[in-house]
């Protein structure tokens, strides 16, 4: 879902561009008030594995592939805000050294993988394991926020490409969230697999209150 | 072994880097509905091209330089990510240091 230059309008550009600055610098102040030490290890860890992954794109119907996004497993994991800046270092590396995502669109790439993707995705598993507490409610929590984070990230995405004029929105909007719809099934597979691991074996990591604010 | 739990997540992210060319080529969900919807023309490429598409230059293997091009970034994100979030919280670490170094008693 890393949108190339060209595919947004200048002013989306900008617009995107000023809530994205914005984001990070409220991640930046925030997660460095509230990580706590053990979690340092732990931010390079998920920025490791959520490039890696990006990098297995999957096939799924109609010659067409998907690959993870990763900010549900940042944000369940570490909170919204410290999602947020592993998903920007991974776009800036992405953009910079990889040629993925555009130069000028990494605002608009930051905003939907990383702001919307972390912050609908943490907020939806809180409410659900407000619910039910158990260790399924929150396999289920994460399968469910994963699915409508990258979701979510793809409608914002579409109406980025329909403001610009690319395309219009009543015919990018639903491909997308239809492709998309199908991605996060995936998506959340691997964000629920990736946490039972953890909760198997190294729990404690876990336990710690994520950093919100 | 405890404290090397890092370390052992680390080589799992390597290991995945691994096997990056078994990824399917095809578009992705994005790229995919810019063809269908006839907007991919609007692609501008990239002015300058360091590992571009994941295939590290130079090495006539594909398979070899996608795997050079994901351990590579893997190892930059995990330096990246840690280093960000060991300066961010280093300067805290300073400021709750400080007032029991300075306490004057």
Known sequence: MHIPDGFLSTSTVAVASVISIGGVAGAVKIVGKE????????MGVLAAFIFAAQMLNFPIAGGTSGHFMGAALAAIILGPWAGVLIM??????????????????????????????????YYIYRL???????????????FVASWVAIVLASIACALELAISGSSPTSIVLPAMAGVHALIGIVEGLITTVVLRVIMASRADLLESQPVTR | MKSKWWLISLLICLIVAIFSPLAS??????????????????ANDAPFQIIADYV?????????ATITAGIIGTLILFGLAYGVAWLLTSSRRKQTYQPASNRKD
């Open chain 1, 35 to 42: 990580l706590k030490e053990k979690q340092v290890p732990l």
């Open chain 1, 88 to 121: 920007t270092c991974v776009l800036i590396a992405q953009c910079l050294i990889f040629q993925d995502g555009g130069l000028l669109a990494l605002g608009a790439n930051i905003l939907n993988m990383g702001i919307i993707g972390s912050f609908s995705s």
């Open chain 1, 128 to 142: 659900i394991i407000s619910f039910n507490n158990s260790r399924n409610a929150k396999l289920v929590g994460s």
């Open chain 2, 25 to 42: 080529s095809s578009p992705d969900g994005l790229e995919r509905v810019a063809e269908d919807k006839g907007f991919i023309e609007l």
């Open chain 2, 56 to 64: 590290f230059p130079g090495i006539e293997n594909e398979a070899v």
